[in-house]
């Protein structure tokens, strides 16, 4: 299949894109691309493919933005129930202990998702893997966390790989099994992070190749926040998953500055997520490694706070920085991408240039698909958007909606 | 035709909302609908309905809200060009006069709309009203003002009539004229305020019964700010208006204080529209009147500003207030009423069930049209949406998507 005729053909070639360099499209005007089976195999002009390839089916872009698909690489996509009591209480100006007190907070997702079925954790999460593809999203990271006991972490994972074999979505797989102290564990933290390491990340590791043995292990996350995991425990559970041979991830400085991205840089996790407190030296560190600095913008916004994950002092700093929506029942239940270039944009001070690439090559690099997807070149998988815009500048500009108007998923397109 | 099995019917019965009562939707649970052409002609629970019209054509909401359409008060959707280079330039730092340097700002709108045929127009407006109208928009007023002078203004209208006589959605008009000064004038500009009242509004008088015979007349609108109108100006314009029969609105606070809510509420205007910097002077002068507060929270989100329009205070003092997107390619590209939603919970503090109510029956009310819309009500015309959740705080809770599966305009039903 030829794809020609887009005004701007945004490549991204050229791998993840570093500090100051971030916000090369490397765009091909009146821009075509030649699609065989679920793979890219030429790239050029409308003139050159029309020419080079006169027998093809043509799949016309009509004078508008052909780029890859979003790689949303942070989500906790997979969860039962819903907040949006606590979301009205909250806004009712209750106190987030009224709110715990009414059963609200992570502990009542956790709860809800306990007690679903995998059918039940199914039908729930599809129409969001649904959503989040009408909006653009190729490839997304999903973690698990709203089990906080094997069980049900396992359920999660076993309903993501049910997903994940029905697509069109391609997820990433993280186990969050550090996402919180669960409730039978409050007043023995410690004794849950044993848990965690002797006998959880062991039982995955076992688990995983017999459930999905054409997969990769799937990351390991920790939450390293006040309330949540302590960075000695956090690096503990880290550690022992990086020698059960896991790639890792990590939340860090939400609200405060616990030392978790430091941490993240030295332990080689592909990505450290949030960001928002990180003090100077911790964006140092990130920026001297090949993690990933992952803004979730979505997140201050859901809450209404001001502070976003400083990107341009990470960008200054030589990082390599990406952003997702962070989809949670909490904070941020927002399936779209765009919105979260729109949010980038305007609070963290990127161009819209520099927002689509954080929203693509270098997203796949928070999830260690910089190789197949995130940029248009030839090898690479075909997750193309053609959007309903001739600029690829109207990301970011208009908020609220979806300027996606087909999505091309491994070759496949569908329309939205 | 029966809409029945709607998980909770939001009528939104019994008028215009003011103050501490803004929020009541007055629920059916396991509500229903009986549409009679385009008119509602009953309401009660599923099962009344069913017994009293068991031959009724179904249509099963599944379990899902239903409500009232939205009623987008404010928009300034008919423009031609746009201005995302200007997007682009302000988030790389470059000031207002560099960018007005580059031919940016709102006369760049005004050169394009003013080279643009009738046709041109016409194309270039549709797909926003069509994105609005899937976003459950189902009566929207567009205003003028990117021609500032009569000849454009009149073809601006004309576009809108045509748009509004093809549907499906349905059309409030505004004349704004006095939406800035043009260039010509910008050393005269009480010369153009003149040639607003001597010439261009009664040209309208009497223009406007020959194009639109069945439709009343158009709202007369002014930009009162500085670096546009004076309060002196707006008020000749506006009294002007008056006397010769046209309802009225005004622009007034966004930026700077200059009175216009007062002379608003003075001068019997349906409504006073953005209201940021507005007084406590101007808020009790509103309450007292029956001009209804329309908040745009798009705006200062587009503009990552951090002041909104004071919504509580507006409350507690008694006003009407409604929410409007702001539609406009300068400052809040956004059809979504959703979204304004999702902005007036998190930066005006309003409940979801306070959002929707200013963004149905209060915003009708700011149109003139809250004996038509804006609630499910018997004799009122079935504007009407389903929404995919079955709980309608859901609206403010997400954002960045579209929680509506299906709009009826009219009678008509349309799948989204």
Not at 22 to 35: C, F, K, P, T, V
Not at 318 to 327: M, N, R
């Amino acid at each position: 299949m030829l794809i020609h005729s887009a005004s701007q053909l945004l490549t991204l070639a050229g791998g993840p894109q570093r500090g100051a360099a971030l916000g090369a499209l490397n765009i091909i005007e009146d821009g075509a691309l030649l699609i065989n089976g679920e793979k890219i195999i030429a790239i050029g002009t409308s003139a050159e493919l029309r020419a080079a390839y006169p027998n093809e089916p043509a799949l016309d872009a009509g004078g508008c933005v052909v780029m890859p698909g979003f790689v949303d690489p942070h989500t906790h996509a997979i969860w039962a129930g819903d907040r949006a009591a606590e979301f009205e209480m909250r806004l009712q100006g209750k106190s987030y202990l009224e709110i715990m007190a009414a059963g609200g907070g992570i502990l009542s997702t956790v709860r809800a998702t306990r007690t679903s079925s995998l059918e039940k954790l199914i039908t729930q999460t599809r129409p969001r893997l649904q959503a989040m593809f009408a909006c653009g999203t190729t490839t997304a990271e999903v973690k698990t966390g709203y089990g906080l006991r094997m069980a049900t972490e396992l359920r999660m994972l076993q309903a993501l790989l049910a997903l994940n074999a029905e697509g069109p979505l391609e997820l990433a797989f993280t186990f969050l099994g550090a996402h919180a102290i669960p409730p039978e564990y409050n007043d023995n933290p410690d004794e849950y992070t044993d848990l965690l390491c002797e006998t959880m990340l062991p039982t995955l590791k076992e688990w995983w190749p017999s459930q999905a043995p054409d997969l990769p292990l799937p990351f390991v996350d920790v939450f390293c926040e006040t309330g949540a995991f302590t960075l000695q425990q956090s690096r503990k559970i880290l550690e022992k998953a990086r020698a059960l041979g896991f790639p890792l991830k990590i939340h860090a400085d939400e609200f405060d500055n616990l030392g978790g991205a430091s941490l993240a840089a030295e332990l080689g996790a592909h990505s450290a997520d949030h960001l928002v407190a990180t003090s100077p030296q911790d964006i140092a560190a990130l920026a001297a490694s090949d993690t990933v600095a992952v803004a979730l913008p979505c997140t201050p916004f859901g809450l209404a706070e001001t502070h976003y994950t400083p990107a341009r002092q990470i960008l200054d700093a030589g990082g390599l920085l990406a952003i997702a929506t962070d989809l949670n029942p909490g904070t941020a239940w927002c399936e779209n991408m765009q919105f979260a270039i729109a949010l980038a944009c305007r609070y963290m001070k990127l161009t819209p240039a520099q927002a689509i690439a954080a929203a693509t090559i270098n997203s796949a690099a928070a999830v260690g698909r910089a190789a197949q997807v995130g940029s248009l070149e030839v090898g690479k998988q075909a997750d193309v958007l053609i959007l309903s815009v001739s600029d690829y500048r109207h990301l970011g500009y208009r908020f609220g909606g979806n300027l996606v108007r087909t999505v091309i998923k491994k070759g496949r397109p569908y329309p939205v």
